[in-house]
Nanobody, 121 residues
Framework: QVQLVESGGGLVQPGGSLRLSCAAS????????MGWYRRAPGKQRELVAA???????NYADSVKGRFTISRDNAKNTVYLQMNSLKPEDTAVYYC???????????????WGQGTQVTVSS
């Protein structure tokens, strides 16, 4: 029943901005850490940013100062504001969340379906 739905990807020129959203729904008791990963063509998946329930963030060095991760616990949603985008940021972006299921109180890692971000002139 639990799922993550991503939105906000698209085509943008170098130096432009995009805002990604990922909303969790289902039988959720609570959500611990949430984050964003990306996979560029021919490269391995890498962590972009992560954020705790108390909104303490961590960033990859390649995006620090350009990207901002945030979350709205009331909406079970995590965001990624991406500014000063570069062609090297082109990738499929995936959100993830450690979700505690309501009935069992067990923790499971869930992944979104991915959203394409393309930075090109």
């Amino acid at each position: 029943q639990v799922q993550l739905v991503e939105s906000g990807g698209g085509l943008v020129q170098p130096g432009g901005s995009l805002r990604l959203s990922c909303a969790a729904s289902g039988s959720i008791f609570s959500i611990n850490i949430m984050g964003w990963y990306r996979r560029a063509p021919g490269k391995q998946r890498e962590l972009v940013a992560a954020i705790s329930r108390g909104s303490s963030p961590n960033y990859a060095d390649s995006v620090k100062g350009r990207f901002t991760i945030s979350r709205d616990n009331a909406k079970n949603t995590v965001y990624l504001q991406m500014n000063s985008l570069k062609p090297e940021d082109t990738a499929v972006y995936y959100c993830n969340a450690d979700i505690i299921y309501s009935s069992t109180r067990s923790v499971n890692r869930y992944w979104g379906q991915g959203t394409q971000v393309t930075v090109s002139s």
